[in-house]
């Protein structure tokens, strides 16, 4: 369980983190979500104690980070993908880590099966691609069979392949009933691995949600029409709960009724249609509506009022 309250970080004037408040559960995947630069990266560093909050707090399995007596038993943690600069073999850096924090070397072979690099584990890790390189990180992030696993955008450069290993381990990890609290900023790698999601935008807390809720309000349909007659048919469909936009003439964009209704309506009228048709809002499209609401709230001079925990509208 990983707890943040009311957690801000201040660069001089620069504001990276802002009152956050959200809690990371074990047994399921949760996504941390937000646009580059939204303050993903300087969260997770607060959670490992490497960067001091300026305000709120944070703990890890209800202690923070420095009071655990084996931190690397409580939290596993991979920050930014980057190439290991050592000549030595994968095993060794593996056991060098393991011997600094009293690990037992047999742990170093079950995380190096872990990971799959059990063929190449006697080759400098130096020369490993990106993403072995990220399974050796992850590898390390596992080295003290931890509760809490943290990966900073684990898929970030990745083939195919490597994401597809990287959606699985996650899965699996939180099956074991570890807590796995992994960044991103695309929404549709999320869609797919994570049970739920924190968003974040410019530092602030946006939405704390089930994926399964985000994914039916983004599945929300609009309907395209085209008709010689746009005018008309706009007057005769709006209503209480139907809004109708549309940005070229003779084009209106209408939710709150299905194809059938406006079909229906619009030949009981004799009003003419050229085209009807169901536009679906895609994941991608969602989230960046999402944070660029987040992005306006921020800039206005009263932003001190989105409250925590707001679930995505
Ligand atoms: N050491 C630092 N000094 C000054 N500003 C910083 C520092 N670290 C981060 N920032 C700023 O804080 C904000 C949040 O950065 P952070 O790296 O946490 O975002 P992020 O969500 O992880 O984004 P990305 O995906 O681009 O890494 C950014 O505007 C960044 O420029």
Redesign the pocket.
Known sequence: MIDVTNLSKR?GD?V?VEELTFQVRPGIVTGFL?P???????TMRMILGLDAPSAGTVTVNGRRYVEHLAPLREIGALLEARAVHTGRSARNHLLAMAATSGIPRRRVDEVIDLVGLREVAGKRAGGFSLGMGQRLGIAAAMLGDPKVVMLD?PVNGLDPEGILWIRHLLKALAAEGRTVFVSS?LMSEMALTADHLIVIGR?RLIADVPVAAFVAQAAHDTVRVRSPQAAELRDLLVGPEVTVSGGEPGLLEVSGLTLQQIGDRAAAAGLTLHELSAQQTSLEEAFMTLTRDAVEYTAAPTAGDVPAGRNVR
Do not use: I, R, V
């Open positions: 660069y620069k990276a937000g580059n630069g939204a303050g993903k990266s300087t955008e900023h530092g």
